[in-house]
């Protein structure tokens, strides 16, 4: 079923089947996906079909390396979700119209924790990136 944004009305949440999870996906999307990449964070992205009848499956991700204190990795990846939940609706309109899914896998790789409005704007930003890559 493919998704509908009347049925669907906009959602600020992000559920189970808008995550990333399966391994064989994501070690596709690592091998053969393609990446955009702004101060810091990166966006690896590949068009394949999902397991869902959303337009997009995301996952994010912080290395050990960078922040060896958990908290601080969830931290961002906090930041990361909430950033991505607020933008995600304009990417979801423009790949139904287009009638693609992306698997997509955020990346922050700086070396201290970002503040909310600085996450904001790269996410955006990136999403702009996608946005002309994926849709020509």
């Known amino acids: 079923m493919p998704y ?11 559920g189970k089947e808008e995550r990333l999870s399966r391994e064989v996906l994501l070690d596709k999307l690592f091998s053969e996906g393609k990446s955009v990449s702004q101060n810091g964070f990166t966006l690896v992205y590949l068009e394949c079909t999902l397991p869902t009848f959303y337009p997009a499956q ?12 958990a908290t601080d990795r ?17 990417l979801y309109m423009l790949l139904a119209t287009a009638h693609k899914q992306l698997a997509l896998m955020w990346i922050y790789k700086g070396k ?15 999403l702009v990136k996608l946005r002309a890559r994926v849709i020509r």
């Open 112 to 126: 201290e924790v970002p503040a909310h409005a600085v996450v904001q704007k790269n996410v955006s930003e990136l």
């Open 4 to 14: 509908d944004p009347a049925r669907h009305p906009a959602s600020r949440s992000l």
């Open 74 to 90: 969830n931290r961002v990846k906090r930041l990361l979700r909430e950033a991505y939940r607020h933008e995600k609706q304009a």
């Open 58 to 69: 995301a996952a994010f991700s912080v290395p050990k390396k960078y922040f060896k204190h």
